[in-house]
Structure formats: C-alpha cells, structure tokens
Nanobody, 121 residues
Framework: QVQLVESGGGLVQPGGSLRLSCAAS????????WRWYRQTPGKQRELVAS???????GYADSVKGRFTISRDNGKNTMYLQMNDLQPGDTAVYYC???????????????WGQGTQVTVST
C-alpha cells in the first residue's frame, strides 16, 4: 500500500524557519508531481507549492521568496523549507502526490495525514 507521511511541523516564532518532509512508501516507480497544501479552520485547502518531475517549483504568491520546495527522487521524499514564517502561515500542511506504481498503474491525488505548523510568540 502506498502512503505519504509528513513530518517536521511544530511551533515557531515569527521570523523563524521550519522544514517539512513528506516521504512516500510502497511499490512506487516514480513520482511525477509533488504538491504542498495548507488549510486553516473554516477555509478551503490552499495550494502552497508544487514540483513536477524534471521541472521547477511553483509557488503561491503568499509564500514566494520565503518557501522552497525540493525533492529527492532517490528517497521518494519531498521537502518544504519555510523561512521568515509569519502568523498567517499557521495551518495544517498536507503533502499530495501523483505517481506511477511499479505495475505501471497511475495513482493520483494521494494525500498525507497533515502536519501542524503554528507561528506564534
């Protein structure tokens, strides 16, 4: 069974940094799209960043210049380096992936369980 597991969330002061990780496990051949979303209570889930295989990262305007998405294909892992965090970044962060299994099946819109990021004094 394929699953995504996030880690790295926590409490940080404004201006601080955190690095989130999302590791995929299972019978995976390749991951052709990684995404980070975030959600706060009462709001829709927001796309924060995305990283296609062989391409460059894309970012929401609200995080551009502060967040960096990266991937390690050998480890089937994605990262989100978050710098200069602000209270408005407080949310549950979810990773999301589209991938190809070893049996050549496509598996799209796979979600992790989420990790809480809280920016506060």
């Amino acid at each position: 069974q394929v699953q995504l597991v996030e880690s790295g969330g926590g409490l940080v002061q404004p201006g601080g940094s955190l690095r989130l990780s999302c590791a995929a496990s299972g019978s995976i051949f390749s991951i052709y799209m990684w995404r980070w979303y975030r959600q706060t209570p009462g709001k829709q889930r927001e796309l924060v960043a995305s990283h296609p295989s062989g391409g460059d990262g894309g970012y929401a305007d609200s995080v551009k210049g502060r967040f960096t998405i990266s991937r390690d294909n050998g480890k089937n892992t994605m990262y989100l380096q978050m710098n200069d965090l602000q209270p408005g970044d407080t949310a549950v962060y979810y990773c999301n992936a589209d991938l190809v299994l070893r049996n050549s099946d496509l598996l799209t819109d796979l979600w992790g369980q989420g990790t809480q990021v809280t920016v506060s004094t």
